[in-house]
């Protein structure tokens, strides 16, 4: 007889396994792996017919919760486990419902409590590597730093003024092209243009398409819904950057274009750069900012400890919105089963 497939979770509470004690009030446990831009959240919903909850056990705000996806013969028959380790999260919110009754546990990968977004404050930095403002910002919120961006610009002054040590980051990177996420505590800033260029390990294949299958490559069939769009307002054919220095100064200015559109509008911009070769990057970066949501897509899917966001998958049979996509949000849902959704978006040819 062959095994069924099988899901479960692995909760830990303040460090203490308590998933045989959740176990028979459990409904469901949803994970939403963003990209970036927005912390990983956890939402656990629990029965409470017998008022435990609301009571006894009542979880404290602000406990740590670490959970673990556990499937067995689920990809293919067999005794085998596959993990998926969620992370750390602290407890942000708890809600309780009756008729029926129900709480519902919230947690948040990036607690308020931390400094790196629970405390607003002003400083400044000079004549500085990018790095070394998120080495000290990780530094200050217990965090390891993983700077794998393949820019490391200097800069001439950077100023923080009453706002949180998230957001500044985030807008500072956002303005040189670059991206954040916070996992397993540790500050990930990276290139969404890196990951692009990755080959897809995986396939999402319409329903009823013939293919031929490649040995490295993983297909998914079983999909329960998808939606695509793409839009026109907001896209450029082409970015052009131009910046005078004073009334008397020389004009430095560049445009790039996407290379793979015929035709469009042009994206103009007047922002101050020293050179030639740093008005292309930021007319690169300023179109790439304005395209990259100009074909989104979203999938619901039998679950898959694979897709996670950051990934790039391929999208085959779907005609003209066939190609490549990268992963920008994935939600990991048990429940009566286990499900993934997906948000994507086509990855940009060349820039």
Excluded at 223 to 233: A, D, N, P, W, Y
Excluded at 293 to 308: I, Q, R
Aim: one cysteine or more; glycine letters at 6%; a neutral charge.
């Amino acid at each position: 007889m062959l095994d069924a497939r099988r899901v479960s979770a692995t909760i830990l509470y303040n460090k203490k396994d308590i998933s045989t004690d959740i176990l028979p009030f459990l409904q469901s446990v949803d994970y939403t792996d963003n990209m970036e831009g927005q912390a990983d959240d956890l939402e656990i919903k629990l029965e409470d017919r017998n008022g435990l909850w609301e009571g006894a056990w009542m979880p404290e705000k602000r406990a740590s919760l670490l959970v673990t996806l556990i499937t067995q013969g689920w990809d293919e028959p067999g005794p085998d486990l596959k993990k998926l380790d969620l992370g750390h999260f602290e407890i942000d919110s708890i809600s309780y419902n009756y008729a029926p009754a129900e709480m519902t546990i919230k947690g948040v990968s990036i607690p308020d409590g931390n400094k790196l977004r629970g405390v607003e404050r002003s400083r400044s930095w000079e004549k500085v590597r990018l790095s070394a403002i998120c080495k000290d910002i990780a530094t200050d919120a217990d965090l390891t730093l993983s700077y794998t961006a393949p820019n490391d610009p200097e800069l001439d002054r950077a100023e923080q003024s009453e706002e949180s040590d998230l957001v500044f980051l985030w807008k500072l990177l956002k303005d040189h092209g670059l991206a954040l996420k916070i996992y397993k505590k540790k500050l990930v800033v990276f290139d969404e243009a890196d990951y692009e260029k990755v080959p897809p390990k995986i396939t999402l294949v319409k329903p009823g398409t013939v293919y031929v299958k490649e040995s490295d490559m993983m297909y998914i069939t079983m999909i329960k819904s998808c939606s695509f769009s793409t839009k026109i307002r907001d896209t450029y054919k082409a970015c052009h950057v131009k910046y005078k220095s004073g009334e008397k100064g020389s004009v430095i200015e560049a445009t790039y274009k996407d290379p793979s559109k015929k035709e469009g509008k042009t994206l103009q911009v007047n922002e101050q750069v020293k050179s030639v070769a740093e008005a292309e990057r930021l007319a690169r970066r300023k179109l790439r900012e304005k395209n990259k949501e100009e074909t989104t897509g979203s999938f619901e899917v039998l679950g898959n400890f694979n897709l996670l966001s950051s990934l790039t998958v391929k999208v085959k049979g779907f005609g003209s919105f066939d190609g490549n996509y990268l992963i920008t949000s994935a939600k990991h849902s048990l429940g009566s089963g286990y499900t993934t959704s997906i948000d994507i978006r086509r990855c940009l040819n060349g820039y």
